[in-house]
């Protein structure tokens, strides 16, 4: 992925609960994030694949172990 310079970013600020921001630091720290910023955008990015997927009529399974019941994820 390519680095955008400063000038080509947008300062965003967001009000987020406690909650969702201790999610945001409990994932920066499990993917080893250089910060909760880089948490979100991979967080859209990956939202972004799943709904090109939904919208080409495709479904997405989540499966949690190789023997393990499969689950449709369905996107709203």
């Known amino acids: 992925m390519t680095r955008k310079t400063l ?3 947008t300062r965003l600020n967001l009000a987020l609960s ?3 921001k201790d ?4 994932l920066q720290n499990q993917i080893g ?16 694949i799943l709904i090109v997927v939904r919208d080409n009529g ?6 949690s ?3 393990g019941k499969r689950e449709t994820l369905f996107l709203m």
């Open 7 to 9: 000038e080509d970013r």
């Open 18 to 20: 406690g909650d969702i």
């Open 23 to 26: 999610k945001i630091g409990a």
């Open 33 to 48: 994030a250089d910060s909760m910023t880089e948490v979100v955008r991979r967080a859209v990015e990956a939202f972004q």
């Open 58 to 63: 495709g479904k997405v399974f989540v499966q």
């Open 65 to 67: 172990t190789p023997r």
